[in-house]
């Protein structure tokens, strides 16, 4: 039941300020930020390449977390992409799995100009 409640609770303005200040906060404090869902295979994908490349990266599992929705609806606000993944590289959006797995060539490069690699 708690599942069901978590799934279907819409976040209170309260508690989609603290969301979005928490997501900043990711963001800005990590120089590779993924917002991720456990079970989705494009969020296992994503950090698969980034472990490949030996990529130093925090990653939060919005499906495991109290306030995962509403991280994931102010996502949306902050960068237009309410989909998982939602990766940051050097505080800026660079989009889902498959923007990251697009950026495979140059990925060691702007891993170690943001000092994540």
Known sequence: MNFIRKFFHTPTPEEMSAASTKAQTIIKENAVAVFSKSYCPYCQASKKLLDDVGAKYFAIELDKVDDG??????????????????????????????????????LKSLLQSVGAA
């Open 69 to 106: 929705a509403a991280i994931q609806n102010a996502l949306e606000e902050i960068s237009g992409q309410r989909t998982v993944p939602n990766i940051y590289i050097g505080g800026k959006h660079i989009g889902g799995n498959s923007d990251l797995q697009a950026k495979k060539g140059e």
